[in-house]
């Protein structure tokens, strides 16, 4: 499977404030999916960024609170803008491989706390 | 619409019990995907497997096994003499093929204790 990384692995900021996510992944990949984990709780996909296009971003989610860019075949990036303390989550990035894109997997994470 | 209903929030075992998660979903496609993945304490999301649709047979990996009835809609995850090294929140996951993303349940997090 691929190597995905993801820079900062955790972090803690102040609101208000923005931080930038990235990922890496060792081989070209078409789809890369960011996923948000609040607290004790599931992950819910904040968009998909195809490469050469805009990300589609889920309901609840907006490009201007998670702008995401994807330059490349092999890496993202999230920003999240002007954070609050409810920003405070796990963000996994995570690509797909096999022949229809049948099986996901994920970035270590991200761990943000904002205070 | 998709959804994965894992009923269980909290499961606690003793080492070396076996310990089933369940794991129900919906879906109005013929053709989809199920999932399980492993949450450790560290954070990262661990793929375990992958099951198709059209493929019913069970499977077995060391001490983990996998129940996959279409008939009622589940796909349950049993680990053998458990370890405590199984402690984590475990996902049951969903997708339609063709780069869709995946509909996780909430999750079902097993403690092993010693």
């Known amino acids: 499977s691929a190597v995905i990384s993801q820079k900062p692995s955790r972090d803690i900021c102040q609101r208000g404030t923005s931080l930038t996510i990235q990922c890496q992944v060792d081989s070209q990949v078409t789809m890369m999916f960011w996923y948000r984990q609040q607290p004790g709780q599931s992950l819910t996909l904040i968009a998909t960024?195809?490469?050469?296009?805009?990300?589609?971003?889920e309901s609840g989610f907006v490009i201007d609170k998670f702008p995401i860019s994807r330059p490349n075949l092999t890496f993202s990036t999230l920003t999240v803008s002007n954070m609050s303390p409810e920003d405070s989550s796990i963000y996994l990035c995570?690509?797909?491989?096999?022949?229809?894109?049948?099986?996901?997997?994920f970035g270590p994470g991200t761990r943000l706390l904002v205070l | 619409a998709q959804k994965v209903t894992q009923a269980q929030t909290e499961i606690s075992v003793v080492e070396k019990e076996d310990v089933t998660l369940d794991c129900v979903y919906e879906?109005?496609?013929?053709?989809?995907?199920l999932f399980w993945y492993k949450q450790p304490p560290s954070g990262e999301l661990v793929f375990l497997i992958r099951r198709n649709s059209f493929d019913e047979q069970n499977e077995i990996s060391g001490r983990y096994s996998w129940n996959f009835q279409k008939s009622t809609s589940s796909f349950n995850f049993t680990i053998t003499a458990s370890q405590v090294v199984d402690s984590a929140v475990y996902f049951c996951?969903?997708?339609?093929?063709?780069?869709?993303?995946?509909?996780f349940g909430k999750g079902t997090r097993l403690s092993v204790i010693a």
């Open positions: 996951a969903l997708s339609e093929p063709g780069s869709t993303p995946l509909v």
């Open positions: 995570s690509v797909e491989e096999g022949r229809l894109g049948e099986t996901q997997y």
């Open positions: 960024a195809n490469q050469g296009s805009e990300a589609t971003y």
């Open positions: 879906t109005r496609d013929t053709t989809y995907y």
